[in-house]
């Protein structure tokens, strides 16, 4: 079975602090995405990374693909209230089926004013 | 506004009586799917759907019906509802374009089963 595990599970801090979550595997995959779900909404896609050792940033949001492309960091830089909300990371699995996609449980960030 | 729609968006039943939530996108996708997301164990694919007439098993699909006459909809069919069906449903659709697995989420339905 293929999993995604994710850590820290919980986070919470204060506005201006810098944090990282990971998503690790003992799969490789082809690619891997990065979603933030806010409460009584749908998660919605931040970013998709495909090439080991892959960087990409978004704003104050640093992504990195692992070089044996098994697992991922998020780094969020001076966070902010607005940052709040469940961080998701997603794969192919089956194979690497395009479909067939598997989450992990995610990280719950709590940003304090 | 490019968007997926889910109905109902609350709901709550009874132990066997037969009920199907809608989904449809407007954004001409390919991909579709249905997720049901539960405290403790995330987000887990039912159904998924490449293309019209194409349906593939998630990792949960037990219990769950879907089928793909029309590209916009994908409905999830709950033939005989039991209460470990309780849960909150996304569904979700995405290009598939360049190996792309993009997906855009609706709204999510709440599912009640007494």
């Known amino acids: 079975t293929q999993l995604l595990e994710q850590s820290p599970q919980f986070l919470s801090i204060q506005e201006g602090e810098n944090l990282t979550v990971y998503c690790n595997s003992s799969s490789v995959f082809s690619s891997l995405q990065w979603y933030r779900q806010e409460p009584g909404e749908g998660p919605v896609l931040l970013v998709t990374v495909v090439t080991g050792g892959e960087v990409k940033k978004l704003k104050r949001l640093t992504f990195q693909f692992g070089d044996a492309r098994k697992d991922s960091s998020l780094h969020i830089t001076a966070a902010q209230p607005g940052d709040t909300g469940l961080y998701l990371c997603a794969a192919p699995g089956y194979g690497g089926s395009q479909g067939n996609l598997i989450f992990g449980k995610g990280t719950k960030l709590s940003v304090k004013p | 506004e490019a968007q997926v729609t889910q109905n109902p968006r609350y709901l709550i039943t009874v132990t066997g009586k037969k009920l199907t939530v809608t989904c449809s996108q407007n954004?001409?996708?390919?991909?579709m799917s249905w997720y049901r997301q539960d405290p403790g164990l995330g987000l887990r694919q039912i159904y998924y759907s490449m293309n019209v007439e194409v349906t593939d098993k998630g990792d949960v699909p037990e219990g769950y019906k879907v089928s793909r006459k029309e590209k916009r909809n994908f409905p999830l069919i709950l033939e005989s509802p039991s209460p470990n069906q309780t849960s909150l449903y996304f569904c979700a659709s995405g290009p598939l374009a360049g190996g792309s697995n993009e997906q855009f989420f609706g709204p999510g339905t709440r599912l009640t089963v007494l």
């Open positions: 954004m001409n996708h390919e991909y």
